[in-house]
């Protein structure tokens, strides 16, 4: 009896012991949080991600063409069709044109005018539905386009001269779940002027015998 009295005695004044009721009640909220941060981390890369992408695009679009001292230069569509593969590489995982769509827009000019805003050609890729905020090609022509961009801020192109307006839309790709940040979609801009002279009377076909797909916005595909 003197031993169980004892063992008894040391387990009254043992203060160790395993906190196995608060990890049970404390592990669920810790690790909510914990995924919680990792999707809002994840979500604030892909804004970034996306919109460097815009702005690569518009950058690579603007300074595009055959280099030639005696005339302008002159685009051609497998250039366009380079700067949409560029992009596809570069988004890796992303999977861009699978889950977003991508708009290249030319702003210009219209010919004879003095300062009348169009869309003179467009090109997109990828499968998500979605169209350009400002219309398709040759919207504008009426007048009625006072620029590209959000309302008050609009880019607008000088005579003679090219603006690349680049849209993305993107529907964001969760890495834990869709209830941390449900239904996410990020949409951004991105704009440069075209660098030197550039022929603005078309796209041109390096081959009119085997000529280069063209990335049509009636078209929704991506490069799978």
């Known amino acids: 009896m003197s031993r169980w009295r004892n063992l008894l005695a040391r387990l009254r004044g043992n203060a160790s012991g395993v906190a196995a009721v608060e990890l049970a009640l404390g592990a669920p909220l ?11 981390g994840n979500l604030a890369i892909t804004h970034m991600r996306v919109s460097q992408l815009a ?6 679009g603007s300074r595009i063409g055959d280099v030639s001292m005696l005339e302008n230069l002159k685009i051609y569509e497998s250039d366009i069709n380079d700067l949409l593969m560029g992009a596809n590489v570069q988004s890796g995982k992303l999977d861009l044109f699978k889950h977003g ?6 702003l210009e000019v219209v010919p004879g005018t003095e300062g009348t805003q169009y869309i003179h050609w467009q090109r997109c890729k990828g499968k998500r539905a979605f169209q350009s905020s400002y219309g398709g090609e040759g919207a504008g022509l009426d007048g009625s386009l006072s ?14 001269d090219a603006v690349i307006f ?3 839309e993107y529907a964001y790709q969760p890495i834990v779940s869709a209830r941390f940040v449900p239904d996410t979609v990020i949409s951004t801009t991105a704009t440069f002027n075209v660098r030197g002279d550039r022929d603005l009377s078309q796209i041109y076909q390096r081959n009119a015998a085997t000529p280069d797909p063209v990335a049509s916005c009636n078209v929704y595909d991506d490069f799978a």
């Not at 810790?30 to 809002?40: F, H, I, P, S, Y």
């Not at 702005?55 to 690579?60: F, G, I, P, R, S």
């Not at 620029?147 to 003679?160: F, I, K, L, Q």
Request: aromatic share 2%; proline share 2%.
């Open 55 to 60: 702005m690569q695009l518009a950058d690579n």
């Open 30 to 40: 810790v690790l909510t949080l914990g995924l919680w941060g990792a999707e809002l």
């Open 166 to 168: 680049v849209e993305i």
């Open 147 to 160: 620029g590209m961009g959000p309302a008050g801020e609009e880019v607008s192109a000088t005579e003679d």
């Open 101 to 106: 769509r991508v708009i290249i827009s030319s």
